[in-house]
């Protein structure tokens, strides 16, 4: 079902982001290194360092043509992939940006971090349109749900925080882990919401009540990533753990574990991310032992 294909490595120091390209079969990733790298696969092989960075890349996000570089600095690079330039620089976070989304039907950009405030940036002129606080700590994560009229925030609180799109109103607070919020995503479908925390549970949240449905005892230590295959029923997470694992999306049945500790290829620290390839044939992951991992997937 899922193979070990290859091993891409050259980074120095822990990746914390991936990110499909606008090109087909191409990715980026990025950490704590001076540089954003792209990577072909096509043939498995470093391509070029696209865009220099003066801090850690905590964040990466891809929107047509446009790759946004989320910083410990506090500031975001927005850099044109057709272009090969720097568009912008977002500047209003004072700590470490976790993770960047564009909503499109309303042409925005949301970024959220380490102060615990959410910036709201025009995709346009990518001027800064406002911000709200959300609370007095790290927000780690966001995910948009499949109408994009719904943000989830996960909190370094253990609360995920649920925030109405259209005016950025509280909808509700959802406290069913026990430390702190480090993965969220909506399911393709729409039906239901999932939620890894350091607490190495799942959480699965019925939509549209976000009634908590299910707990799953997924992994060891804190889950760093949650991925839905972009067609099949199947989702991915990886985690502090060293491990990754490969759910059915239906019923959540564990299918499959990619560990060392399983006599699997596997990565050697902890798994930071994850990400499948715009075909669904692949499953990228990556870490603090700096090796970024290609996975043959097959259905």
Known sequence: ?????????????????????????????????????EWSLGTMSFVKIILPVQSSV??????????????????????????????????????????VKVIAYKNEILSTGEDGTVAVWSLTDFSLLYNFPVLQNTVRTIALSKDEKEVALGCKDGVIRIYNSEDYGLI?????????????????????????SRDAQLKIWSLPDYSLRESVPAHMFSVYAIVFHPTLPYFATCSQDKSIKLWDSKNFKLYKILSLEKNTPGHFHSI???????????????????QVMVWEFEG
């Open 1 to 37: 079902m899922i193979t070990h294909l290859h091993t891409l490595s050259g980074h120095q120091n822990p990746i914390y982001a991936l990110a499909n390209s606008n090109k087909a079969n191409a990715f980026f990733s990025a950490g704590n290194d001076k540089g954003v790298v």
């Open 172 to 196: 509700k607070e959802l406290a069913g882990h026990k430390f702190a919020v480090t993965a969220v995503q909506y399911s393709p479908d729409g039906s239901y919401m999932i939620s890894g």
């Open 58 to 99: 905590y964040a990466l996000h891809t929107h047509q043509n446009l790759l946004f570089v989320a910083q410990r600095s506090g500031l975001i690079l927005v850099f044109d992939l057709l272009e090969q330039k720097l568009k912008a620089t977002l500047s209003y976070h004072q700590k470490g940006v976790f993770d």
């Open 272 to 290: 930071n991310k994850l990400i499948w390839s715009t075909d669904g044939k692949y499953l990228i992951s990556t870490g603090d032992d700096r």
